[in-house]
């Protein structure tokens, strides 16, 4: 009898893993291999300093590297080698004053409602090939709810980048350290405020 509940268990335990979607797979391997992966972009990293953000921002701008997003409530950086241009605006969610997730919205700067070959589901391989070549290629496209858009996701030890077609214009980037649990929730930017984000930001 107990060699029988032991061979169920065992079926069970086999079905159940057997069952887990690709991106679970990739979850618990990941998250199993203890190797942390800090590295955002542009010198950013999880665990950085309120205050080190807004201070490299500034930088990276007085490099002429990134400037103002929308409403001054992002930074923007731009990319030209691609068929269309493209921007990037970013901002990161902060857990006890330290970055935890850095989100990005790329969008086509010509885009339009009738320029269709400029919408979101076309930007999205462009945006892939940047994060490839940014954490390397393994993004897997997931479906989240039946009916949903597309989504692609990547998990590098701690780190999971996640890509979704926001609307026809945006396809949104979230970066996010997994072993960081938000005790607050994010605090959104204030729009109004015509200074830099970095600037409207220092203490």
Known sequence: MKR???????????VWIACKSDYEKMLD?????GIRY????????????????????????????????????TVLYSFYDYRYPLDMNFYPAFEKGRIYKMGVVFNYQGWAPWNKQLFSDKLAP??????ENWYGEGF????RT??????????????????MLQNE??????????????????TPVKPGDRRPVWEKHEK
């Open 4 to 14: 029988w509940i032991l061979l169920l268990a065992v079926l069970a335990c086999t």
């Open 29 to 33: 391997r990941e998250m199993a291999s």
């Open 38 to 73: 800090d590295s955002i972009f542009f010198g950013l990293y999880f665990g950085m300093p309120a205050s080190d953000f807004y201070k490299h921002c500034f930088e990276l701008n007085r490099q002429g590297m990134v400037t103002n997003g929308p409403e001054n409530n």
């Open 126 to 131: 462009d945006v892939l090939d940047i994060l």
């Open 140 to 143: 897997i496209k997931i479906v």
């Open 146 to 163: 039946p009916g949903d858009t597309a989504a692609w996701v990547k998990v590098n030890g701690n780190r999971q980048i996640l890509v």
């Open 169 to 186: 214009r945006n396809v949104r980037v979230e970066i996010t350290d997994l072993t960081v649990t938000p005790e607050q929730k994010e």
